[in-house]
């Protein structure tokens, strides 16, 4: 079985070659035929002499260098262009993840998944990352209906062909499970040992949970109304507007009827209440609502690639060009000779969902 591992490398010299080495162990033991992609992300340490030195000692090792450092999204999507394995397993520079959880990996895709995400149950970070990041992954459950416990994760397993629908950019590399899982992929989870850094230090802080949180909803918009805009920017415009266009009319007969009685002093003056204008507001910002709705629904109409629109898993018959087996009928079992024990090591009362392959949010 052909598996690629790509690798983000940024400042992590001092782990190459550990990793390099446990890497070989694994595949030497399961027999893999084993390709290891590292890719570096404009580090400026030894960190790109260390891979030559690696590539030229053993020909399964790439190196892809990038000008500068373009985040790890940028730097995953370099490594999958790459990558030629039937599975490509994405996994962190800093020896945080354990390759010695590969085949259990590839025992879990072997249920009929086509992506399977690690959840570092005990985690080895300081708490100001592990608090954020769990109210983060409850809130992606709820918005996207993708329910795992470590999106964040960078230890993966996916099957390639995800990523000729899949596209990368910012840093949107820790949504590429809900992204597969709304175009009808079959997600799953599986408990991975995580260790805690050896060398170095983390390359993120504080101000990922802002844009973690930003992320989180631009993901939720394209997975669920990317195709429909309108269907929800025309709903917020539509509650603003109704709730605006109602209050004014009900005030504006009551200015009228307050005109007929004869007592001035009973006049109601529209512009002395501020009821007034909350509702002139709301009615403004529902018409514009509904307006950046129609730009966005014009953009889906003339922009949007028809084949995106769905994603087919098999075709029979016609002259339709033959499809890659991925239903688990007629797909192969994906080989490894030796399973380890540690196999059924996530398999308890906390044990998570086998498949989460719910569609997003309507
Ligand atoms: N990384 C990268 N580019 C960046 C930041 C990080 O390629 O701009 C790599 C880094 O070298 C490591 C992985 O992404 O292999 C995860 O980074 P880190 O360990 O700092 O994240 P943490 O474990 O703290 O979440
Ligand atoms: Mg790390």
């Excluded at 694994?26 to 030195?53: N, T």
Aim: charged share 25%; net charge negative.
């Amino acid at each position: 079985m052909q598996l690629s591992t790509v690798i983000p490398v940024y400042n992590e010299e001092e782990s190459l070659r550990a990793l390099h080495q446990e890497l070989d162990a694994v595949a030497s033991a399961e027999g893999y035929e084993l390709d290891i992609i590292f890719v570096d992300d404009g580090s400026s340490d030894q960190s790109w002499q260390v891979i030559e030195s690696l590539a030229a000692d053993d020909p399964r090792v790439q190196g892809i260098q990038l000008r500068r450092n373009f985040g790890k999204a940028a730097a995953l999507n370099a490594g999958f262009e790459a990558a030629r394995g039937e599975l490509v397993m994405t996994l962190d520079a800093d020896l945080q993840d354990d390759p010695k959880e590969i085949p259990r990996f590839i025992d879990k895709m072997n249920e009929n998944l086509d992506c399977v995400s690690g959840w570092k149950q005990v985690r080895h970070d300081p708490w100001h990352k592990v608090g954020p990041s769990r109210v983060f992954n409850w809130m992606v459950g709820r918005l996207t209906g993708v329910k795992l416990h470590d999106h964040n994760c960078g230890f993966k397993c996916y099957r390639r062909e995800i990523f000729d629908e899949v596209r990368l950019y910012g840093e949107l590399h820790r949504f590429v499970p809900v992204l597969a899982a709304a175009r009808g992929y079959r997600v799953g989870e599986i408990v991975v040992d995580h260790r805690a850094r050896q060398f170095g230090h983390s390359k993120y802080g504080v101000y990922r949970i802002v844009k973690g949180f930003l992320d989180l909803l631009t993901v939720f918009f394209l997975t669920g109304y990317g195709q429909r805009p309108q269907h929800l920017l025309g709903t917020i415009g539509l509650l603003f507007f109704g709730t605006g266009a109602f209050l004014l009319t009900a005030m504006t007969a009551w200015w009228g009827i307050s005109r007929l009685d004869s007592n001035v002093e009973n006049n109601l003056h529209l512009t002395e209440r501020a009821l007034f204008f909350y509702s002139l507001g709301s009615a403004l910002l529902g018409v514009q609502f509904m307006s950046i709705g129609f730009l966005a629904e014009m953009l889906t109409a003339y922009q949007s690639d028809p084949s995106r629109i769905f994603s087919v898993r098999k075709r029979i018959g016609g002259d339709a060009p033959p499809t890659p087996p991925t239903d688990q009928d007629t797909r192969p079992a994906l080989q490894h000779p030796a399973v380890t024990e540690s196999t059924t090591a996530d398999e308890g009362d906390d044990a998570p969902p086998s498949t989460v392959n719910e569609s997003p949010a309507a």
